[in-house]
């Protein structure tokens, strides 16, 4: 299973892509990563409600996303923490939502 994500955190060492952050590439599903059973939920999801927008939170850290209309890139903003207050989490929420 291959898709394409363009952008991911260089920080997680579950990620096994070899392309920098900005880069677009192949996304190799591993198995073993947090990273790749999250973008496989994620796009799962999105396909399943025929969504292209979502959101992914713990209540502590919040990231907002988007899929291409084919479905096959995905975008995600920085992670925004709960006690952000430059946006505030609910301010990009709702700017998200509109």
């Known amino acids: 299973m291959s898709r394409r994500a363009s952008t991911h955190r260089a920080e997680d060492p579950d990620c096994?892509?070899?392309n920098t952050?900005?880069?677009k590439g192949d996304y190799h599903y591993n198995t073993k990563s947090k990273a790749s059973w999250y973008w496989s939920r994620t796009w799962g999801a999105a396909t399943?409600?025929?969504?292209?927008?979502w959101v992914l939170t713990d209540w502590q850290r919040w990231v907002y996303g988007s899929f291409d209309d084919d479905k096959t890139h995905g975008y995600v903003s920085?992670?925004?923490s709960s006690?952000?207050?430059s946006p505030y989490a609910l301010q990009a929420l709702f700017y998200w939502a509109r």
């Open 16 to 18: 096994d892509r070899k």
């Open 21 to 23: 952050a900005d880069s």
């Open 48 to 53: 399943r409600l025929n969504c292209k927008y």
């Open 78 to 80: 920085p992670i925004i």
């Open 83 to 85: 006690d952000s207050d």
